[in-house]
């Protein structure tokens, strides 16, 4: 449980075999690298190394938003990418999974924007781009006050909440406690059934600090990536991991990511039951990382749920099958759903 949890993978499970022009939108934008592309000032500058085309256009559109919680004297500017254009519609809000960032969304965002959907791609506190320079606390409590606060300030209208691996977690809590806040929930391959952090809670904090910087390490990404996805070129892979690691070079991930493993995390699986929101239910039908029994068992415990499996997919339906879950989304957001 400890591995579900901190998004370790499980032992188990079929590997993916995916290939690069798989996982991407065929409306590929301009190639990257050291080109002349303007991004925030606040990314670490490494960003400009990058070369998925659709991360370092995702990049470019990150931006901060202030935003009061009780816990800080000051507004927590937090990193977000914002939609170009408001509807009257029902927003739909992409939270991300553990350790990661908006940048997860760099491949079905401008899908879900090219269906006239209004999109917002949050990053979860503690995690992400934000400044936070004065660290709040960065414990399940914290994070689900400031993604109020956020959605209180700035999209202000019931919203389809969107929630991979623990960003499941990350939404089924937040669904509980502000039902007026959530018409609709979308969980992908959600770790909703490990009991937080587990044993990591007892380590003494100077032994925290060694286990979590091996979070932010070349070789555990790099082989995380390899699990989760084969047929990728080695020079792919080590992009993607630079991408999927650039939040951590911020300086006080560190210490916000002790923070949120000495807490314990989240444990949500007494308030599954508790959701009221219809949910769609998302797995990949090879998952490796979490097994789609868990897929199973949550329909089963939310009755007003539908369950899709996404075909020679593993743990990141949306990275790997980007067009099949901005469908998805898109039509479950839209209630052309049967």
Known sequence: MVALSWGFPVIGGTRVKRSARNTTHARVPAAGGSGSATFPSFLPKEVHKIKDPFARMLAQRIQRLPVEIEFSESCIMSSCVKPVVQSNANPVVLLHSFDSSCLEWRCTYPLLEEAGLEVWAVDVL???FSDLEVLPPCNAATKRHHLYQLWKSHIKRPMT????????AVAIDFAVNYPEAVKKLVLISPCVYAEGTGLLTKLPRMMAYPVVSLLKSMPIRLSAKFLAFSGLSFSTTLDWTNVGRLHCLLPWWEEATVNYMLSGGYNVVTQIKQVKQRALIIWGERD?????????RLHCDLP????????????LPHVEKPDAIAKLITDFARDNWC
Not at 161 to 168: A, K
Not at 288 to 296: R, T, V, Y
Not at 304 to 313: A, D, G, K, L, P
């Open 126 to 128: 503690g995690w992400g």
């Open 161 to 168: 909440l969107v929630g991979p691996s623990l960003g499941g």
């Open 288 to 296: 490796n990382i979490i097994s789609n029994k868990f897929g199973k």
């Open 304 to 315: 007003n749920s539908f369950m899709h499996e996404v075909s020679n997919c593993g743990h």
